[in-house]
């Protein structure tokens, strides 16, 4: 074993039963059985282990009928591909049996099943990517990966151009690794990023969910910016985010510290350019929420209101991440005292309420008129009028 200290590793998710019943069902009838990918990843790094992807000799027939036997949930949305998603006490399992890819598009392959560990070894992105694990914890490394992982190298397998050229995909993928695993930013690998600057027009055969599901994970890292000026540098964010700006990002990311968010990623998109996020949006797969966010935050760029009211009107999370944005665009500074007008904004509540206007207008246009009337007035006031003084506006347009 390697000179690698087994302490600081992730160790906790191979004990739990749901993990151990899946391995055990899949090594019924002697199938070599591995645990590949992100889980190998993060558990020798000691990181928070999520998505579970295993990798077999197995037939994807074999992986039914035993997964089935077993009571198991099976879905077959990936079997084209030799891929089967097991559900196990709300635990997901992506089973893919060893193979080789004979013909690719850029987007979709197709692929010949193998047993031979090596096979799938090399069909697959990064080096750090194809290591394989037991359910002992003994680590399997058919393509010497181990070292690319320990010392913080994001380094296709084989020549990156023909790697990329297989699945347009792994551009997006390699400035996510960059982000999360490159320790040593002078080591960037030349030709892998020449190989993505080359093929970046390939990213236009991509769904815009495939690609907005990368480039989300890329924005949501605590320091996405190295792998975004690279991106930038390469033309990659050009071809995918036209007219970004990484120096804007930067700033905000300055702000983001002193706020908090309700959607971090998106937050850092508009910063990238608020004039041009909108247009983002419409070739992006974002939900629904997200897409309100964005559209909230232009509509707070273009409100004349003052920061306190601006608090009240859209509450201090979403004014004060528009307020980042806005500081951040146009270079100005965020000081405490324009993000305590803000909290103090959003922490007060309008004097009157409905049962007020109504004892002087019946239920009509002019009862909602009158609302907007003496809301203003509160607004123009900075939020200091007491109920008293709102009252007293009231009772100069009596109607009832």
Not at 59 to 87: N, Q
Not at 97 to 120: A, C, M, P, Q, W
Not at 245 to 251: G, I, P, V
Not at 373 to 400: C, G, H
Request: proline residues 2%.
């Amino acid at each position: 074993m390697r000179n690698d200290s087994r302490l600081n590793w992730n160790l906790d998710w191979l004990k739990s039963n749901s993990v151990r019943a899946v391995w055990n069902v899949l090594r019924a009838e002697g199938a070599k059985v591995f645990f590949v990918g992100g889980c190998v990843r993060d558990s020798i790094k000691g990181r928070i282990v999520n998505d579970i992807d295993i990798a077999t000799d197995a037939l994807p027939s074999e992986v039914i009928k035993l997964a089935k036997t077993a009571g198991l949930r099976v879905l077959e949305t990936g079997l084209s591909h030799g891929s089967i998603t097991l559900m196990n006490k709300g635990d997901f399992f992506e089973v893919t049996t060893f193979r080789s890819d004979l013909k690719t598009d850029g987007r979709h392959s197709k692929v010949e099943f193998s047993n031979n560990i090596e096979d799938d070894a090399k069909r697959r992105d990064f080096t750090m990517n194809a290591i394989y694990m037991t359910i002992d914890a003994e680590v399997i490394d058919p393509i010497l990966g181990w070292e690319d992982l320990m010392n913080g190298h994001v380094r296709f397998i084989g020549d990156p151009g023909q790697r990329i050229q297989e699945d347009y995909l792994r551009i997006l993928r390699y400035f996510r690794f960059l982000t999360i695993y490159e320790t040593d930013k002078n080591h960037i690998n030349v030709a892998a990023l020449a190989a993505c600057s080359r093929f970046k027009h390939g990213l236009k055969k991509l769904s815009k969910e495939r690609i907005w599901q990368e480039l989300q994970k890329i924005l949501s890292y605590n320091d996405c910016t190295f792998a975004l000026q690279k991106m930038e540098s390469s033309g990659v964010l050009e071809e995918i985010l036209p007219f970004s700006k990484t120096k804007t990002l930067e700033r905000f990311l300055v702000f983001e510290n002193k706020i908090s968010s309700g959607f971090k990623e998106i937050d850092r998109l508009a910063a990238l350019n608020i004039s041009h996020v909108n247009s983002w949006v419409k070739k992006l797969s974002l939900t629904k929420e997200q897409k309100r966010w964005v559209r909230q935050i232009l509509v707070i760029a273009k409100d004349v209101s003052s920061l306190r009211v601006k608090g009240y009107k859209y509450k201090e999370n979403l004014a004060l991440s528009a307020l980042g944005i806005i500081m951040a665009d146009s270079t100005s500074s965020l000081s405490q005292n324009d993000i305590a007008e803000i909290k103090f904004g959003a922490s007060q509540k309008f004097p009157l309420d409905t049962s007020d206007f109504m004892k002087f207008f019946s239920p009509s246009k002019e009862l909602g008129d009158q609302v907007k009337r003496v809301t203003k007035i509160w607004f123009d006031s900075e939020l200091t009028m007491s109920r008293e003084e709102l009252l007293a506006q009231l009772n100069k347009y009596p109607s009832l």
